[in-house]
């Protein structure tokens, strides 16, 4: 309540009076008119109780942490002393993960605490933030995947990461752009060197020796088509200087009647069969030398760069072009036995050129007796090694001649 006095030297003064829990009214004057004299020094309980009448005015004044008028309460946030009471006030109350007081953040991600008193996410919680962070593992390494920026590591940052760099172009000038050493091997073509593709494995599109693949360096390459390779320049040693491999051959020990051979397919498995029980290798490879109006070698066959040989080694053809050009070097006379037989015939409908014969005769897709089937003889090197002049009855017996895909 604020009074106005008429004082006895007619001097006017405001005087404020408070009631705060006092015996008395104290009383602070502030002279309006001007004052003759000293005022009295008021000691400290005058000024705390003008310090009490100032708070619940709604305005923080110098002395005040807060002051939210009528609203104030113990409960908070602003006591009834006008001081600063729960999230806010720098210490930790029930229910608070922090409370750093006027340093609370007004966010929802840094190293700090929120403004409702909880540890915000940060670089190096542990916790990737996606809308802030590229990563987060929660140490202070710079060596592995993710900088304690919580930036994901990479080639150039400064920073060695072991496993995956050999060097730091930041760190060192004898480094690459790819954080390789220079060199075979650092997955950078440099100098005279044909390709890098960073590894040892000698069977793929690049050597260690950082060479392109080619047939003689002694390793197989299935992307550059080879089969083999001994490393050496020698033609007739089982893997030729096309690193192509040789590939068997041999005619039936057994005999069979034109009809009975199930066509293609079973005339093939009769020569897996052989070479099954024979125990050689790729077994299951192996079809027969026959045609009929569906197929024929030249067309199911693989047409190999390598060597076609008997079980006894001879030579019977270079390649698939010396094999079908009318001639082979050696009579296909050898068996899954590896024995020497007598001359007879295969059964065959094939030409010299690997295709079906010019006067095709098959009994009828090699399944029906009461027709006629081409034939070839094996104690022949010409075209009559396949292809003799007349055809044979599909009830006569003949061989097959088998061949290693």
């Known amino acids: 309540m604020l009074l106005r ?50 708070c619940g005015n709604g305005t923080v004044d110098e002395w005040e942490e807060c002051d939210d008028g009528d609203a104030n309460s113990d409960n908070g946030p602003c006591s009834s002393e006008c001081i600063r009471v729960g999230c806010g006030d720098g210490l930790i109350d029930e229910g608070e993960e922090c409370d750093d007081g006027d340093l609370n953040i007004a966010g929802d991600y840094g190293p700090g605490c929120s403004l409702e008193c909880r540890v915000l996410p940060w670089c190096g919680d542990g916790v990737r933030q996606p809308d802030y962070e590229a990563c987060d593992d929660g140490d202070l390494d710079n060596s592995n995947a993710c900088l304690t920026t919580c930036e994901a590591a990479s080639c150039g940052d400064g920073y060695l990461h072991t496993g995956a760099e050999q060097c730091d172009y930041a760190l060192t000038n004898d480094c690459t752009n790819e954080c390789t050493l220079p060199g075979c091997g650092n997955n950078v073509v ?11 494995d000698e069977t793929d599109e690049c050597t260690s020796m950082c060479t392109s693949p080619r047939c003689g360096d002694g390793h197989v390459q299935v992307s550059n088509d080879e089969e083999c390779d001994d490393g050496n320049e020698v033609d007739d040693d089982g893997c030729n ?6 590939r068997v051959v041999f005619v039936t020990s ?15 498995a009769i020569c897996q069969s052989f070479a099954t029980d024979a125990e050689l290798d ?5 079809l027969a030398w026959l045609s009929d109006d569906s197929a024929s070698p030249a067309t199911r066959f693989l047409q190999s760069k390598g ?10 053809a270079w390649d698939w072009a010396d094999l079908t050009d009318g001639e082979i070097w050696t009579t296909i006379d050898v068996t899954d036995q590896s024995e020497m037989i ?4 295969a059964w065959s409908n094939t030409g010299p050129d690997g295709f079906q014969a010019a006067n095709p005769a098959d009994c009828s897709g090699w399944k029906q007796d009461g027709t006629e089937g081409r034939r070839g003889s094996f104690q022949q090197i010409d075209e009559r090694w396949t292809d003799m002049p007349l055809p044979s009855q599909c009830a006569s017996e003949l061989h097959l001649y088998c061949f290693e895909q």
Do not use: W
């Open 5 to 54: 006095a008429n004082l006895s030297n007619d001097r006017q003064f405001h005087a404020t009076f408070r009631l705060a829990g006092h015996s008395s009214f104290f009383v602070i004057c502030v002279l309006v008119g001007g004052c003759c004299g000293d005022v009295p020094e008021m000691d400290s309980t005058y000024v705390d109780a003008f310090k009490e009448a100032q």
């Open 190 to 200: 440099e100098g005279d060197e044909e390709c890098d593709d960073g590894n040892a």
């Open 241 to 246: 200087n096309d690193c192509a491999r040789d």
């Open 254 to 268: 057994e005999i069979y009647s034109g009809y009975e051979l199930g066509g293609l397919v079973g005339a093939d």
């Open 282 to 286: 790729n077994a299951d490879s192996f």
């Open 307 to 316: 060597a076609y040989r008997l079980l006894d080694g001879r030579l019977v």
């Open 342 to 345: 007598d001359g007879s015939h």
